[in-house]
């Protein structure tokens, strides 16, 4: 499997036979492109099954041995040897909050009357908050 975004790619194989025939068809086709492979952005993320302790795969191209890395962002998203995606999850929840319960509460509230009273209960930012009218 291929994930693509502008120039950069991922490339999800099981094998290391795998890999290696994938990276020698991008290195032809690249070619026949007038492109070339970066061999100093190419790296290596072995994922491997829960349980299992397998030794880090050697990859070389053009007698360059490939970096092996234990996690790499790809197109805002932190992927990890582990798979463990707590710390994603950490990261991204309240940029999700943000981007949408945020701005729908916005959205929904712009036609309410709210008093500074309402706001500190919503620790929303005091620019935002209209002052509470005189008595």
Request: net charge neutral.
């Amino acid at each position: 499997m291929e994930l693509q975004y502008a120039d950069d790619n991922v490339l999800v194989t099981h094998s290391e036979a795998d890999l290696l025939n994938i990276l020698d068809a991008f290195g032809r086709t690249y070619r026949l492109l007038g492109l070339d492979l970066n061999l100093k952005k190419t790296q290596i993320l072995h994922q491997p099954a829960p349980g299992t302790h397998p030794q880090l795969p050697i990859i070389s191209v053009k007698g360059n041995t490939l970096e092996n890395v234990d996690q790499f962002a790809y197109f805002g998203s932190l992927l990890s040897t582990r798979s463990i995606i707590d710390a994603e999850i950490r990261r991204v929840k309240p940029l999700v909050y943000k981007a949408v319960v945020w701005l729908t509460l916005l959205y929904v509230a712009d036609g309410w009357t709210t008093y500074s009273r309402h706001l500190k209960t919503s620790k929303v930012s005091p620019a935002l908050s209209p002052q509470d009218p005189q008595d």
